[in-house]
């Protein structure tokens, strides 16, 4: 299982717009649908990723767990799904049916939105403050699969944390790591 991990982004970069399918409700979900004014999640994720899997749990209770101090958070797959068809629609609204996702998970069929966000993994995250400005793009926390790290999503919830105290959010950042997105051949 090779790892990749994220591209360097400037922190102050302001979200890119983006109107996609939510795979559980079959509506079309935009970046204005689940903008915050406290903080936004965007998360690039897949069915298939082993590191995906491994911190999948956690990262649902701490949605739901951010969700009541108002943080949004929005799941997007952008794999390729001819050739990983475990990551297309039908599965992905069967894994966010499954775990009860509190937030939307978007098909990013052209895979347009992950090149606009210079995605390069799953999971990968991306948190943008209140006036919806890069703050935080790192991992999950330092738990990867047969580490024997707890998956704790420490790191992520210290970046939360920060925007929603109205604290700097750390600069150090560490990236994400996970599998590299399936890009569909050109």
Same mark, same amino acid.
């Given at each position: 299982m090779a790892a990749y991990s994220n591209a360097q982004i400037d922190l102050g970069t302001k979200a890119h717009n983006f109107a996609l399918l939510d795979t559980a409700s079959d509506a079309l979900v935009s970046l204005t649908d689940v903008a915050s004014p406290k903080a936004t999640v965007i998360m690039f994720i897949s069915n298939h990723c082993p590191y995906v899997q491994h911190i999948l749990d956690e990262l649902v209770d701490?949605?739901?767990?951010?969700? =009541?101090? %108002? +943080?949004?958070? +929005?799941?997007? !797959? !952008?794999?390729?799904?001819? =050739?990983y068809? *475990?990551?297309g629609p039908q599965q992905m609204k069967a894994l966010a049916l499954d775990y009860d996702f509190s937030f939307p998970y978007l098909y990013d069929q052209t895979q347009q939105v992950a090149r606009t966000y210079e995605a390069e993994c799953t999971p990968e995250f991306f948190v943008y403050d209140g006036k919806m400005g890069l703050a935080y793009h %790192? *991992?999950?926390?330092?738990?990867?699969?047969?580490? %024997?790290?707890? +998956? =704790?999503g420490n790191d992520l919830r210290t970046a939360l944390d920060a925007l929603l105290t109205r604290q700097p959010v750390p600069q150090e950042q560490a990236p994400s790591v996970g599998c590299s997105i399936k890009w569909r051949d050109s």
């Open positions: 701490v949605a739901a767990e951010y969700k =009541t101090k %108002g +943080v949004n958070f +929005v799941a997007i !797959s !952008s794999n390729d799904a001819m =050739t068809p *475990q990551d %790192g *991992q999950f926390d330092d738990s990867r699969p047969n580490n %024997g790290k707890p +998956v =704790t």
